[in-house]
């Protein structure tokens, strides 16, 4: 079984920062793709950013030049480096992770159970 645990949500201020971290545990071959999803009140759950295991990595519009995805494979932990933060951003977050459960097996996606970042004065 694998579970995924993030952490470093919180309240901060317009403008600030914040650092998520997302850990894999369990048993398992080995990670693909890592990303971040946020979903705000009243809205679809989106991508944020996303990661592969040799480091192509993809963001939102949204995000671009703000966020930054970053992995230690070591670890099976991914990183969301969250910059100049709005009230936009505000939202719970998730990570999720491509996971091979075996060498023969495909990679399926698993969920963390989200943080809550607030952004707010």
């Known amino acids: 079984q694998v579970q995924l645990v993030e952490s470093g949500g919180g309240l901060v201020q317009p403008g600030g920062s914040l650092r998520l971290s997302c850990a894999a545990s369990?048993?398992?071959?080995?990670?693909?793709?890592m990303g971040w999803y946020r979903q705000a009140p009243g809205k679809q759950r989106e991508l944020v950013a996303v990661?592969?295991?040799?480091?192509?990595?993809n963001y939102a519009d949204s995000v671009k030049g703000r966020f930054s995805i970053s992995r230690d494979n070591g670890k099976n932990t991914v990183y969301l480096q969250m910059n100049s933060l709005s009230p936009e951003d505000t939202a719970v977050y998730y990570c999720?992770?491509?996971?091979?459960?075996?060498?023969?097996?495909?990679?399926?996606?698993?969920w963390g159970k989200g943080t809550l970042v607030t952004v707010s004065s």
């Open positions: 999720n992770f491509e996971v091979e459960t075996a060498p023969w097996m495909y990679g399926e996606d698993y």
């Open positions: 369990g048993s398992f071959f080995r990670i693909n793709v």
């Open positions: 990661i592969t295991r040799g480091g192509s990595t």
